[in-house]
């Protein structure tokens, strides 16, 4: 998460994008850790609200007296859904809780690259329990093509901004990078 050049322990970025950092902003290593973490922490606060209020939201609705009328399928998406939610959850509170671990251990380097990597599962599998979302509540509304057809274009949305957007800001990043070398 954060920049793409604050990707620590990110396996498709090469050491050499890491030192170009370091050397541009005139950081040690510590300096950038501690940067990345603090990028890191910013990023899962505002992903931390929105899947605990879907997690929340989810977890009432069993007891909502319409929900007893839902179809098998319907309550199949509905456990999936509050599966991916619950885990998304997870991953993305787990950072906090590796860092109560490995607080003053000096393992700053395993600390953020542990999160981003949690941050990342975290992100996926909230966009899961989203596209599931959309799907119990379009099915629910207008039907099953319905809620396919909307799962489907918010699963292409979600890939869009989180993954095609991103990688193609990095490429382009790293092209003007390359020309400015």
Known sequence: MGDEQDAVG?????????????????????????RNWSDLLQELRVV???????????????????????????????LVTVAFAVAATGS???PVLIHRI???????????????????????????????????LFDVLRGRTAGTTAAVITLGGLAGLWVLLPWALREDSRTRRAAHE
Do not use: K, M, N
Not at 61 to 73: D, K, N, T, V
């Open 10 to 34: 990110d396996p498709d970025r090469p050491e050499r994008d890491q030192e170009w950092d370091a050397d541009q902003r005139g950081e040690t290593e510590l300096d950038r850790l501690d």
């Open 48 to 78: 931390q609200t929105g899947v605990q209020l879907l997690t929340g939201f989810l977890l009432t609705l069993p007891f909502q007296s319409r929900f007893a009328a839902l179809g098998r399928f319907q309550q199949d998406v509905y």
């Open 92 to 94: 993305l509170i787990a």
């Open 102 to 136: 490995l607080f003053r251990r000096h393992a700053r380097r395993t600390l953020v690259s542990a999160a981003h990597r949690l941050a990342l599962i975290g992100t996926g599998l909230l966009g899961c329990a989203i596209v599931g979302v959309v799907l119990l």
